[in-house]
């Protein structure tokens, strides 16, 4: 197990690159199955949750060839639909080879997936609409097999926009016979990613980024490999604007798309953190103290869930009182017990935390309990002061590429140490 050891009190200064959406680089994976070629994709971030589906991928039987931020992937090879139950539990994002193998072969055979523990993510709107694109469903001693001779378009209503389901039951839908309309789908970017993907494949897909997405189906025949370039990853950019403003920085984000972060952008106005927005950059400057503000986790476009534990480090040194509802995972607030650790006032009362700010924040042994929690971690270690160390850090290392090293060459200091 690696750990952070963080000197506190720096102010970051310099420019910083955003990598490849790590959302939006695993659904592309999964949906290389459907061609039975070789595509490429492009600007695809080193993390270990990529890394984990080229190992599934791998596992299934295709050929997947990683030069740096370049992912070669040849599905022609793959024969196998079952999934190792080693694989899935790794991580959550395994589940969506779901869609894709059982459009293509027609049956796929998966245990339950694992992933980080922030609240139920059950699978029941997944299966859903697989059914009614006629699969036939059977759930036993926790695992799932789906079967199909042929999928069959169909009129899907989510009963909420999971971005999981909305890009398993896409997949699915692309070699199915006739028209899928998706109702209420999640608006995610990364799902307009997907629907670029496989549109430059063959498929035949509008509406992604609005609530109704319609599907055309082709036949196998009809789809060719790809190349294709993975959007920045949003999460990473709004991680890196709040490392800024936390530390009273001056940094300029790189590679990044303005539109996908105006709800956090909106939410630091408001919080007094000063920043100008250009075409493919952000640049923030710390200008002296934070104001309270409230938020509310929303699917897109409202405030993202995956930011709300970094902005909660940003709110712990603000002035007043700040109150943030989680929407989305009802275990979202993992993190709140060792933000107090390093002196935040933080009152979790159902649903919401109470963030009283206060003058500063202390250093402190403490653990990423997941992916974006050990992100806040970070963000508090370095406007503590004194020393912290984070233990447990490969939950950052699933999200986000090199940290230590990106955030050092701004000033900060981090070692990474191996235990």
Known sequence: MQKFMIVGGNRLKGIIRTSGSKNATLPLLAACILNAGKSVIHEAPRLKDVAVMQDLLMYLGAKVNCDRNTIEVDTSSIQSVEISEDLMRRMR???????????????????????????????????????????????????ITAEAERLRGADIHLDLPSVG??????????????????????????????????????????????????????????????VHT???????????????????????VTNVIPEHLEPLL?????????????????????????????????????????????????????????????????????????MRRMGADIKVEGQSAIVKGVEKLSGAYIEASDLRAGAALVLAALAAEDGTVIENVAHIDRGYERLELKYNALGARIIRVHN
């Open 93 to 143: 994002a395994s589940n969506l080879v779901l869609g894709a193998l059982l459009g293509r072969f027609g049956r796929v055979r998966t245990s339950y997936p694992g992933g980080c523990q922030i609240g139920s993510r059950p699978m029941n709107l997944h299966l859903k609409g697989l059914k009614e694109l006629g699969a036939k469903i059977q759930e036993k001693f926790g695992y």
């Open 165 to 226: 389901a909305t890009e398993n039951i896409l997949m699915a839908a692309v070699l199915a016979e006739g028209v899928t309309t998706i109702r209420n789908a999640a608006k995610e970017p990364e799902i307009v990613d997907l629907q670029n993907f496989l549109n430059k494949m063959g498929a035949r897909i509008v509406g992604a980024g609005t609530d109704t997405i319609k599907i055309e189906g082709v036949t196998q025949g009809d789809l060719k490999p790809a």
């Open 230 to 252: 993975v959007i920045p990853d949003r999460i990473e950019a709004g991680t890196h604007l709040v490392a800024a403003a936390i530390t009273e920085g001056d940094v300029t």
């Open 266 to 338: 909106a939410k630091l106005r408001e919080a007094n953190v000063s920043f100008t927005v250009g075409e493919d950059q952000i640049k923030v400057q710390g200008n002296g103290k934070i104001k309270a503000v409230d938020i509310k986790t929303m699917s897109y476009p409202g405030f993202p869930t995956d930011m709300q534990p970094q902005m909660m480090a940003l709110l712990s040194l603000a002035d007043g009182t700040s109150i943030i509802t989680e929407t989305i995972f009802e275990n979202r607030f993992k993190h709140v017990g060792e």
